[in-house]
């Protein structure tokens, strides 16, 4: 506390764990600071460790009870309902964690996987309108775009894995609205090579999973995959990768003839990426 201003400097930063808690606990603090009143946050029965649990924490594992998960992903439903910014961006990072299976355990990434890409989940919606309808804010909008399309990522790779993608990607949606957005994407290689890997990520599991998605992707997008791989060489290793298996997996259904047109257009769609970069 300042001697002569009476002003208190809170300085807070987390450091790791959930994005979500930490706000609570950030708004928790500041209301001590300025208020001196403390607002505890309700534990929920559900969440305690009961003693048939403590045998798992010797590995680090603590099996969820039940009802856990669903709450979890009700409270991320209303955080990105939320008339506050911070709060939506703060789901939308919890959301990208949990569906990582290297960040999650692989029943829990699976279980919000499968509920994230069920045909009517709310969550599902707020993604697809980032990486459609391309509503994000002016200020973070790369990252913001960064966020859907690794959730996206996490939740087709995984289901994919698993086998279990094919009967969720039956919708129309993902070849008419997805599949075309997913290719402007990676006309953003030069710029953004991050989220142009990612939407190479999306195709390539789509195009694995969905003999309509790759029957209907035309040599333009092979010309633009295969350009996208040649920037990913020269600058981003991750997008060379990826831009690869879409390739591959698109070929499996494409002519040789197809893929020799394709090698003579990607010199002027590079051009044109240029210039549109200038």
């Known amino acids: 506390q300042g001697e002569t201003q009476g002003t208190i400097d809170v300085d807070m930063r987390r450091m790791s764990g959930s994005s979500m808690i930490f706000q609570e606990e950030y708004r928790a603090i500041m209301s001590a600071a300025k208020f001196g009143e403390i607002w505890p946050r309700e534990k929920l029965e559900c ?3 009961t003693p048939s649990d403590k045998q798992y924490r010797n590995n680090g594992y603590i099996p969820l009870q039940d009802g856990v998960l669903e709450q979890t992903l009700l409270s991320f439903k209303n955080k990105l309902c939320s008339d506050y910014h911070d709060e939506r961006m703060l789901a939308l990072e919890e959301i990208a964690s949990v569906t990582n299976p290297e960040h999650s355990y692989d029943e829990t ?11 009517k989940s709310s969550i599902r919606e707020y993604v697809a309108s980032i990486i459609v309808e391309k509503e994000v804010s002016p200020l973070d909008g790369k990252y913001v775009r960064t966020l859907a399309l690794t959730i996206l990522a996490n939740a087709m790779s995984t289901l994919s894995e698993e086998k279990v993608l094919t009967p969720l990607i039956q919708d129309k949606w993902y070849t008419t609205s997805l599949m075309p957005s997913l290719i402007d994407e990676m006309k953003t290689a030069i710029k953004h090579p991050c989220n142009a890997s990612l ?3 999306c195709l390539s599991t789509l195009f694995a999973n969905s003999l309509e ?7 333009y997008t092979l010309t633009v995959l295969e350009a996208a791989k040649e920037v990913g060489k020269a600058s981003y290793t991750n997008l060379e990768k990826e831009a690869q298996i879409a390739v591959e997996t698109m070929m499996q259904y494409k002519t040789e003839e197809c893929r020799k047109n394709v090698i003579k257009d990607i010199s002027i769609i590079e051009d044109e990426w240029y210039i549109r970069l200038d």
């Open 109 to 119: 990434a699976l279980i919000t996987c499968k509920t994230i890409m069920e045909p």
């Open 199 to 201: 939407a190479a990520k």
């Open 213 to 219: 998605a790759c029957s209907q992707a035309e040599k």
């Open 47 to 49: 969440l305690k460790i």
